[in-house]
T-cell receptor
Framework: EPEVTQTPSHQVTQMGQEVILRCVPI?????FYWYRQILGQKVEFLVS????????KSEIFDDQFSVERPDGSNFTLKIRSTKLEDSAMYFC?????????????????FGPGTRLLVL | EDQVTQSPEALRLQEGESSSLNCSYT??????LFWYRQDPGKGPEFLFT???AGEEKEKERLKATLTKKESFLHITAPKPEDSATYLC????????????FGTGTLLAVQP
C-alpha cells in the first residue's frame, strides 16, 4: 500500500529559527493536512490544503506558519520563527476524496511524523 | 469541552485476555469515526472507518462497532504485538475535513 513519507524524521533548532518540514503525499490523493502532537497530548489539526490553497486552518496556525506545494508533489510546512512551544511531532496526512458524502471513503492516511525540538 | 473522549486512559491485559476500548463523542452530524493505532514515536496507522450506527468492521483480533453516541474497539485474545496507543477520531459537519482526536488508550499486553 502506498505510504506518506516525511522528512526529516527529527529536527533540532534554536528558538527564532525557521524550519521547513516536508511531506511526500500518496500520488492520487487530493487533500493534504498537517497535524501536530505535543508530547503526551492529543493529535491536533493545524491546516488543510486543496487545489493549491488553504481550505481550513485552526487557531494554532497563525502567521508564523505557512504551507505550500512548491513543485506540485512535495507538501511543506514552514514555521518562520520557532518558539519553544512549537516542539512537537508534526504529521502530514492525505485524503483521496474530499467529498462530504456519507459512505464516501474519507480516510486520512498519516505519515511517520517529524519530531521537532526547539531549544 | 471534549468532543471525543476515550476510556480507559490505559489498559493492561494478559495475553489472551479479551477486552474493549471505548470512544464516546458528542458531535452532531457525524460523517465518520476512525480508529488508528499509534506506536511510540510513529504516526497514526489507520485501522477502521465507521460511518453509521450499527456498523461493524473486523481485522484480525480487532473489531470496531458504532452506536449513535460511542464506538467500541474489541480486542479478542490479544497478543503482545497489539500493545500500542489506540486513537479514536471523528469527522463531522458539512464543509470541514479536519479530524478531531481523542486522547487515546494506551494498551499494554503482557505475555
Amino acid at each position: 500500500e502506498p505510504e506518506v513519507t516525511q522528512t526529516p524524521s527529527h529536527q533540532v533548532t534554536q528558538m527564532g529559527q525557521e524550519v521547513i518540514l516536508r511531506c511526500v503525499p500518496i500520488s492520487n490523493h487530493l487533500y493534504f493536512y498537517w497535524y501536530r502532537q505535543i508530547l503526551g497530548q492529543k493529535v491536533e489539526f493545524l491546516v488543510s490544503f486543496y487545489n493549491n490553497e488553504i481550505s481550513e486552518k485552526s487557531e494554532i496556525f497563525d502567521d508564523q506558519f505557512s504551507v505550500e506545494r512548491p513543485d506540485g508533489s512535495n507538501f511543506t510546512l514552514k514555521i518562520r520563527s520557532t518558539k519553544l512551544e512549537d516542539s512537537a511531532m508534526y504529521f502530514c496526512a492525505n485524503l483521496r476524496s474530499g467529498r462530504a458524502i456519507q459512505g464516501a471513503k474519507e480516510t486520512q492516511y498519516f505519515g511517520p511524523g517529524t519530531r521537532l525540538l526547539v531549544l | 469541552e471534549d468532543q471525543v473522549t476515550q476510556s480507559p486512559e490505559a489498559l493492561r491485559l494478559q495475553e489472551g485476555e479479551s477486552s474493549s476500548l471505548n470512544c464516546s463523542y458528542t458531535v452532531s452530524g457525524l460523517r465518520g469515526l476512525f480508529w488508528y493505532r499509534q506506536d511510540p514515536g510513529k504516526g497514526p496507522e489507520f485501522l477502521f472507518t465507521l460511518y453509521s450506527a450499527g456498523e461493524e468492521k473486523e481485522k484480525e483480533r480487532l473489531k470496531a462497532t458504532l452506536t449513535k453516541k460511542e464506538s467500541f474497539l474489541h480486542i479478542t485474545a490479544p497478543k503482545p504485538e497489539d500493545s500500542a496507543t489506540y486513537l479514536c477520531a471523528v469527522l463531522y459537519g458539512g464543509a470541514t475535513n479536519k479530524l478531531i482526536f481523542g486522547t487515546g488508550t494506551l494498551l499494554a499486553v503482557q505475555p
